[in-house]
């Protein structure tokens, strides 16, 4: 009783120092990977890097102490991530406080859901997530993942389209007139180093040489170089009047926002008293407000493309002094300080008196010292009831991917796995990580391997990982400043490159083909409505389930006869003759309300066809399970097959299906001796009764006899 609320404790049975110095080093190994890939990954979910440090802490330690793996290595994920990103966006801008809020309020849901799942012991729920529909959204989201990258990789910066390929094109629009050379080479640099790294020596951490290289480069040559001026030091009146109006239009926005959020008040208060009319004018009044907030949406991302696209040089005057003049608009005779500066623009109102000129690349910047505070997430049950379908898709894909990792690791170790323990770990480990500023985590591939291959014994690895983030936030985030932004997109798209799995199409294909084509349409649809990710994994569910159900509604009713080998095998597959007189009808599915009539369909068309036909023998090996419906439908056709002057009988009836026709009488209506045990016995006692006169010479049931 104790191992199952506390299964940490079985770790130290058998243990001793050398297990410890082993987990030690793994917990270590991992942790150098984990560090750069968390602060990468929390940018792909719209949060600051350091809250990817935030999820490393508590998550890490929380899921293997009560998790069922030993070597799972739990934190951000790549998929997870986007995900969060996805279902957040909607709510508020990237980055914001209440981003922020609301990725920690989504971690605690994430957890709450997981862990009541795993204490009712339904982690068969994750079932629903087929692996056509999750290998068809695992190559599409590989693919989004690193396109979302490719801003960072180039160092331009665009505003966000309704949907993700016209994000893209404004990507690539932007690149080809305004790409920053050094961003882009700190990124191709961090690829040659992890890469050539993989491929020299895989035991090295390539992520963090790649990582302290370009730190260090960064450091060395300035990468970072911003400037704070004035609007006045701006000589382009066209520039200084779209920074004007587009404070006027943030300002305005903000104004737009205020008024907003007073009509919602009203709406509910309206609605609260019943009051028709005042619920009609409030409505009109937020529809309007909405309107007027997407024009002026509209006109401040046009305000930023012009802000972003002018690109400036710096002309340092006798005394000092800095003016920065669009790069084409140069006075003749002036020498400028050979960097190509740009105005830094985001959401908020740009301070005229403090504009941040950027003349070089963009990093990581100040992290924050120390541990987060410990708080539980404001409850807002608005918010709540709108990120709960999110809630619920995280938590399975998450539980989904890490138990296969935890599977395919206990395949190598030996150690058996508990789905409902780990779901229980998991919830934990996201519930407590939200009360650390952590957003939703799930198990990692990459890392679980470098723990796998490191020869972790315990989950006492994850612990010390923990542990070593911990003593980077309190005493090495400094050492971060410098991180240039496209190496963290560098080692995004180098991790997600093997979530790319076209093999998986393939296989799928080959098992079924709507199997392999539920997974093509889940990547279409999944790549067609980037970023609202979830429409693409709910498509590929209810095709699965129409499939499931289709499949369950019109089962195989396969006629059988015999084989050259001697077994009864179906005619129609195996190009067989089958008896005048006997029809074998063999029924492959549970016998329930929605293939009920398609049954009694087969029978009476085998009957219409087979005028010479004595008797049917149902052979029931395939039905598992009947229903009230399933039991309905063979007694009618008893009534019907023997009023016509047909006998029927059933052989291999299963227990449990044997319990529901004696509890319902049916026995009684076909007449115990039309009960068989096994096949064979029926076929022979039936044999005898319909060939005594019959003109069959040789029976297509004692002899093989093709068609």
């Known amino acids: 009783m104790l191992l199952r609320f506390l299964p940490f404790l079985g770790w130290f049975k058998d243990y001793n120092s050398s ?42 330690m929380i899921a293997s102490l009560f998790g069922s793996s030993r070597q799972l290595a739990t934190g951000p994920v790549a998929v997870v991530s986007l995900m969060t990103s996805a279902s957040l966006e909607p709510l ?10 609301y990725a920690i309020l989504l971690a605690l849901m994430v957890g709450v859901f997981q862990l009541s799942l795993g204490i009712l012991r339904l982690g068969l729920v994750v079932n629903f997530l087929s692996h056509p529909v999750v290998n068809g959204f695992t190559n599409a989201a590989a693919i989004i993942i690193a396109s979302s990258q490719l801003s960072k990789l180039f160092g331009v910066y665009i505003d966000k389209a309704e949907h993700h390929y016209e994000t893209i094109f404004r990507v690539v629009k932007a690149a ?27 035991k090295i951490p390539n992520v963090l040489v790649a990582v302290a290289a370009s730190i260090i480069i960064s450091w060395a040559a300035g990468f970072e170089h911003n400037n704070y001026v004035s609007l006045s030091q701006i000589e382009s009146p066209e520039t200084q009047k779209v920074v004007q109006e587009f404070n006027d239009t943030v300002k305005s926005l903000s104004s737009m926002a205020e008024k907003r959020a007073e009509a919602s008040i009203s709406l509910d208060t309206a609605s609260k008293n019943h009051d ?49 003049y669009p790069s084409n608009e140069i006075p003749e005779g002036a ?7 740009r105005i830094k623009v985001g959401n908020k109102e740009i301070q005229e008196e403090k504009i941040l000129m950027m003349g070089g690349g963009a990093v990581v910047g100040t992290v924050p010292k120390g541990l987060p505070a410990f708080s539980i997430p404001r409850i807002n049950f608005k918010i709540i009831m709108h990120l709960f379908p999110f809630a619920v898709i995280i938590s399975l894909l998450g539980f989904m991917e890490a138990i296969s990792i935890a599977k395919a690791m206990a395949g190598k170790t030996g150690q058996r796995l508990d789905p409902n323990q780990e779901l229980i770990g998991q919830g934990l480990a996201n519930i407590f990580g939200a009360m650390g500023k952590s957003y939703p985590t799930s198990g990692s591939f990459s890392r679980s391997a470098v723990n796998l291959q490191t020869g972790a014994v315990t989950g006492l690895s994850s612990v010390f990982t923990s542990l070593t983030v911990v003593v980077v936030l309190l005493f090495f985030t400094p050492l971060l400043y410098q991180l240039p932004q ?11 490159i093997g979530l790319i799995n076209i093999s998986g199409f393939i296989h799928a294909w080959k098992a079924q083909w709507y199997d392999g084509a539920i997974s093509i349409i889940s990547f279409v649809c999944t790549l067609g409505f980037a970023p609202h990710l979830d429409k693409g994994i709910i498509i590929g569910v209810i095709l699965s389930l129409l499939v499931f159900l289709y499949n369950n509604m019109r089962p195989t009713v396969a006629s ?6 001697e077994s009864l095998k179906d005619c129609m597959a195996y190009g067989l003759k089958e008896c005048r007189y006997i ?60 009023s016509a002057g047909i006998d029927i009988s059933l052989c291999g009836v299963n227990e449990s299906v044997m319990k529901v026709l004696k509890r319902t009488h049916f026995l009684m209506k076909i007449g115990e001796d039309h009960i068989y045990s096994s096949l064979d016995k029926a076929v022979a006692d039936i044999y005898n009764e319909t060939h005594k006169d019959g003109g069959e010479e040789v029976c297509p049931l004692i002899t093989c006899s093709y068609e």
């Open 583 to 642: 029809s074998l009808v063999r029924f492959d599915s549970p016998l329930f309300f929605a293939n009920a009539s398609y049954l009694e369909d087969q029978i009476m068309e085998i009957m219409s066809k087979k005028k010479e036909l004595k008797h049917i023998l149902f052979v029931s090996n395939g039905i598992n399970d009947i229903d009230a419906s399933g039991e309905e439908t063979l007694s009618l056709l008893v009534d019907t097959v023997r």
């Open 92 to 101: 508020a801008t990237a980055g914001s406080s209440g981003y922020i809020t």
């Open 486 to 496: 496209s190496v963290l997109a560098a080692v995004i798209m180098m991790a997600v």
């Open 176 to 202: 080809i007139h305004y790409t920053h050379w050094p961003t882009l080479g700190m990124g191709l640099l961090a690829f040659a180093v992890m890469y050539g790294l993989k491929r020299i020596s895989p």
């Open 19 to 60: 297990d410890f110095k082993i987990d030690m080093i793994s917990g270590l190994t991992v942790a150098l990977v984990l560090i750069p890939q968390s602060m990468a990954y929390a940018q792909l979910a719209g949060l600051p890097a350091y809250y990817g440090l935030y999820a490393s802490f508590l998550p890490p």
């Open 335 to 341: 020498k400028d300080d050979g960097r190509i500066w």
């Open 276 to 324: 028709i009319i005042g619920v009609l004018d409030a409505e009109h009044v937020v529809r309007v407000i909405n309107i007027n907030i997407e024009r002026l949406k509209y006109n401040a991302h046009i305000c930023r493309h012009k802000i972003r696209k002018t690109l400036f040089k710096c002309v340092i005057g006798c005394d000092g002094s800095k003016k920065f």
């Open 560 to 565: 059988l006869s015999r084989h050259i080998d």
